[in-house]
């Protein structure tokens, strides 16, 4: 098997419109989530719906596309990578965290089809 790489393909809409921070030395991060939706037959031949949210990162002119034209419902093919990580909360309590750091962003629907 050749070398294995840490990549992650999503096509969801965005939960809530992303979250913007311009940082120190003028570097810009977008957060937001997407929701997946598989579609299945259970046991019973009963159609079901699974619904996954992925919390979704992005930095420089990529989270600038984001700012710029992506909304709550938007649907987005996106490309990047997981990105694991950890911090303490308020109550010093240890909290991990996995999101998708995207490196690129595809806007989908009727409006739109510009990519990032």
């Known amino acids: 098997m050749y070398a294995l790489k840490n990549k992650v393909q999503l ?21 937001f989530s997407i929701a997946t939706n598989e579609t ?28 710029k034209y992506l909304q709550k419902g938007s649907e987005v093919a996106l490309e990047g990578k ?9 109550e010093g309590n240890k909290k991990y965290i996995t999101e998708v750091q995207v490196n690129e962003i595809l806007m989908l629907g009727e409006k739109h089809g510009a990519k990032a």
């Open 11 to 31: 096509i969801g809409n965005l939960g809530n419109a992303p979250e913007v921070k311009n940082l120190d030395g003028g570097k810009k991060m977008a957060r």
């Open 40 to 67: 299945y037959r259970n046991m019973k031949g009963e159609k079901v719906t699974d619904t996954q949210w992925h919390n979704i990162v992005a930095w420089g002119k990529v989270a600038e596309i984001a700012e």
């Open 82 to 90: 997981l990105v694991s990580r950890s911090y303490n909360d308020k």
